[in-house]
């Protein structure tokens, strides 16, 4: 049985196991990957899209949004909010499914990894220098660009002059990886309010060996951001009527 509600949960679920899994692999102890580095983690996050999207339009949801600010930004284009809510839901409770998965993969390494900080960037963002206000604008840019381009991948020029639509996961991973790339540094990128407030979730509610807290002081703004940055492109495309 399928459904856009499964599909949107079961890809959210392989986007956050093997997005949150590179961070694991490249930050824990004892990892084979450990200190593998930014290229490495954009890289798999890019794949982890990939993954996520083909598994989200196989399991039932054709618009394999895996992501809360995505769905807005398509519903700030259509006019249409109806799949908000049930979208949101099952986004969320992939993502708190997924990060709890890599907490079970990586399970001997958390003990041996002293450092809190490490652990809690397995599962959620944090910015490189702490500014509120250049945070929220850092995430509202990078989903802003995220969005326009997706809806630029997908609008009615490009599907009638460029690549079959079957491209289009590999193309978004393109987009998800450059904008790792280019515009993550400052915050981690979360460009994804289920990305970063599941994984926190998970983060809060597990029996992670050494935690530390779960930072909820920051945790508005990977969720603020993200969507704010998501409906104003919206917003642009609808008024260029792209």
């Not at 079970?104 to 702490?130: G, M, N, Q, V, Y």
């Amino acid at each position: 049985m399928t459904s856009p509600l499964i599909g949107e949960f079961l890809g959210t679920t392989v986007l956050i196991l093997l997005g949150n899994g590179v961070v694991a692999s490249v930050l824990l102890k004892d990892s084979k990957a450990n200190n593998a580095g930014w290229i490495v983690i954009t890289a798999g996050w890019a794949f982890a899209v990939m993954a996520g999207v083909f598994t989200s339009i196989a399991s039932g949801s054709a618009d394999a949004h895996l992501n809360p600010a995505v769905t807005l930004g398509f519903a700030v284009v259509s006019g249409d909010f109806s799949k908000l809510a049930g979208y949101w839901a099952a986004q969320l409770a992939g993502a708190v499914v997924g990060a709890s998965l890599v907490w079970l993969h990586f399970f001997p390494h958390w003990a041996p990894t002293e450092e809190a900080d490490l652990k809690l960037a397995c599962f959620s963002t944090a910015p490189a220098i702490r500014s509120p206000f250049w945070n929220l604008l850092s995430e509202i840019i990078g989903t802003f660009v995220l969005m326009l381009v997706i809806l630029s991948i997908f609008s009615k020029a490009v599907s009638a002059t460029g690549p079959s639509p079957a491209l289009g996961p590999f193309l978004v991973a393109m987009l998800v990886w450059g904008v790792g790339l280019s515009l993550g540094g400052t915050t981690g990128y979360a460009i994804n309010p289920a990305r970063d407030l599941g994984p926190r979730i998970a983060h809060a509610i597990l029996p992670i060996a050494g935690k530390g807290a779960s930072d909820w002081g920051y945790a508005f703004i990977p969720v603020v951001g993200p969507l704010l940055g998501a409906a104003l492109a919206g917003l642009l495309v609808r008024g260029l009527q792209i």
